[in-house]
T-cell receptor
Framework: EPEVTQTPSHQVTQMGQEVILRCVPI?????FYWYRQILGQKVEFLVS????????KSEIFDDQFSVERPDGSNFTLKIRSTKLEDSAMYFC???????????FGEGSRLTVL | SQQGEEDPQALSIQEGENATMNCSYK?????LQWYRQNSGRGLVHLIL?????REKHSGRLRVTLDTSKKSSSLLITASRAADTASYFC??????????FGTGTRLTVIP
C-alpha cells in the first residue's frame, strides 16, 4: 500500500543550526502539507503546498521556515535557524484533492538543544 | 481558533464497552474528519463526513454531525484494547486545509 515516508525519524541539533526534514509523498498526490505536534499536545497546521507554491501558511510558519519540492518526489521543510521551541514531531501529509483524506507519514522528531 | 475541541480530554473504559468522543468547532466547515494516533506514530484517517451529511458508519465507527450546533461525535462500539489511542477531529474550512482539535486520549482496559 502506498505510504508517505519521512526522514530522518529523529534529528538532534544545536540551537541556531539549519535543519531539513524530508518527505516523499504518495506518488499520485497533488497536495502536500506539514504539521507539527509538540509532545503530547495538539497537531498544528504549518503549511500547505500545491502546484509548486504555498497555498496557505499558519502564523507559526514564519521567515525561518521554508518548503520546497526540489524534484518530482521529495517535499522538504527547512528551518533556517532552529530555536528550542522548534522541538516537536513534524508530520508530512499528502492528499489527492482539496479537502479530502490526508495520508500522514510517521513523523520526524526534532530535538533542539 | 479554527480548530475543533474534543471532549473529554481522556476516557478510560473496559473492553467491550462503547466509547463516545465529541468535537465542537466554531466556523462553517466543508467537511469534518476523524483521525487516530497511536502513541508516537503518525495520524491515520478514520472517517470523513461532509457538511450535508448527518451520520456515517464505518465498521465499528459511527460519526454524527450537527452543523447547527457545530458539533460532531465519534462512537466506537464494542471497544478493544487495540483501540487505545488518541482520537482527533479535524475540520476542513473553506480554504480546504485541515485544522486539528486537541484530541481525546482513549484507554481501553482488557
Amino acid at each position: 500500500e502506498p505510504e508517505v515516508t519521512q526522514t530522518p525519524s529523529h534529528q538532534v541539533t544545536q540551537m541556531g543550526q539549519e535543519v531539513i526534514l524530508r518527505c516523499v509523498p504518495i506518488s499520485n498526490h497533488l497536495y502536500f502539507y506539514w504539521y507539527r505536534q509538540i509532545l503530547g499536545q495538539k497537531v498544528e497546521f504549518l503549511v500547505s503546498f500545491y502546484n509548486n507554491e504555498i497555498s496557505e501558511k499558519s502564523e507559526i510558519f514564519d521567515d525561518q521556515f521554508s518548503v520546497e519540492r526540489p524534484d518530482g518526489s521529495n517535499f522538504t521543510l527547512k528551518i533556517r535557524s532552529t530555536k528550542l521551541e522548534d522541538s516537536a514531531m513534524y508530520f508530512c501529509a499528502s492528499s489527492t484533492g482539496r479537502a479530502g483524506e490526508l495520508f500522514f507519514g510517521e513523523g520526524s522528531r526534532l530535538t533542539v538543544l | 481558533s479554527q480548530q475543533g475541541e474534543e471532549d473529554p480530554q481522556a476516557l478510560s473504559i473496559q473492553e467491550g464497552e462503547n466509547a463516545t468522543m465529541n468535537c465542537s468547532y466554531k466556523t462553517s466547515i466543508n467537511n469534518l474528519q476523524w483521525y487516530r494516533q497511536n502513541s508516537g506514530r503518525g495520524l491515520v484517517h478514520l472517517i470523513l463526513i461532509r457538511s450535508n451529511e448527518r451520520e456515517k458508519h464505518s465498521g465499528r465507527l459511527r460519526v454524527t454531525l450537527d452543523t447547527s450546533k457545530k458539533s460532531s461525535s465519534l462512537l466506537i462500539t464494542a471497544s478493544r484494547a487495540a483501540d487505545t489511542a488518541s482520537y482527533f477531529c479535524a475540520t476542513v474550512l473553506q480554504a480546504n486545509n485541515l485544522f486539528f482539535g486537541t484530541g481525546t486520549r482513549l484507554t481501553v482496559i482488557p
